[in-house]
């Protein structure tokens, strides 16, 4: 069984341009949750996916998108970087059959906007 | 009021301590909680997941949550070097797709032998 991957390791990008983070979830798991971590704070939920839809949101604006893909893998998408999008970004996965879920976390991507 | 306190620390304790991880919580909608624990560049890993009031134990790991006074705690016995790492107390209101995890702002332990 494949844990939760999650590509790349580092990437560093200046303020304004796009950056795509991509997510590869665990064997059997059909959801798909993102999340950042600025330095010495918790993570923070973003958005999460599942049947390719959006499903569920917490508190970030709509330069940040997502999507699903029909093999539960999972982008995260975030326009018009600034400074502040610098953290680890969080893939978490987990299987929704309606009780029970436990998120499983990748290992993130650092990010560094310049 | 942030929805999830945590102390964090830093902790330093010595090898074959006991360790108390503590948070507090305003939200009392919360059933679901969870400890887990983050190496240094790496994703948080889950060590304990509870549901409601009560214990639970797992080998050195012992998880207590307390409804009533929105507090839960996780106790590590015979501390051990390698638990070195910081650890993040998480919790939802519902285990539906959908529902964020709500996470503590983390607390880093340092274990010397």
């Known amino acids: 069984e494949t844990g939760v991957t999650q590509s790349p390791t580092h990437l560093i990008k200046t303020r304004g341009q796009q950056v795509t983070l991509r997510c590869s979830s665990q064997?059997?798991?059909?959801?798909v949750s993102w999340y950042q971590q600025a330095l010495g704070q918790g993570p923070q939920f973003i958005f999460q996916?599942?049947?390719?839809?959006?499903?569920g949101r917490g508190n970030f604006p709509p330069r940040f998108s997502g999507l699903q893909f029909p093999n539960y893998s999972s982008e995260l998408n975030v326009n018009a970087l600034e400074l502040d999008d610098s953290a680890l970004y969080l893939c978490?996965?987990?299987?929704?059959?309606?009780?029970?879920?436990?998120?499983?976390f990748g290992p993130g991507t650092r990010l560094l906007v310049l | 009021q942030k929805e999830v306190e945590q102390d964090p620390g830093p902790l330093s304790v010595p090898e074959g301590a006991i360790v108390s991880l503590n948070c507090t919580y305003s939200?009392?909608?919360?059933?679901?909680f969870m400890w887990y624990r983050q190496y240094s560049r790496k994703g948080p890993e889950l060590l304990m997941y509870?549901?409601?009031?009560g214990n639970k134990e797992d080998g050195r790991f012992t998880a207590q949550v307390d409804k009533s006074s929105k507090y839960i705690s996780l106790f590590i016995r015979d501390s051990q070097p390698s638990d070195s790492a910081t650890y993040l107390c998480?919790?939802?209101?519902?285990?539906?797709?959908?529902?964020?995890?709500?996470f503590g702002k983390g607390t880093t332990l340092s274990v010397s032998s």
């Open positions: 978490a996965s987990s299987f929704s059959s309606g009780g029970g879920e436990t998120q499983y």
């Open positions: 064997s059997g798991h059909n959801t």
């Open positions: 996916y599942y049947r390719e839809e959006e499903n």
């Open positions: 939200n009392s909608a919360f059933q679901y």
């Open positions: 509870t549901y409601s009031s």
């Open positions: 998480a919790m939802s209101a519902s285990n539906q797709a959908g529902t964020a995890l709500i």
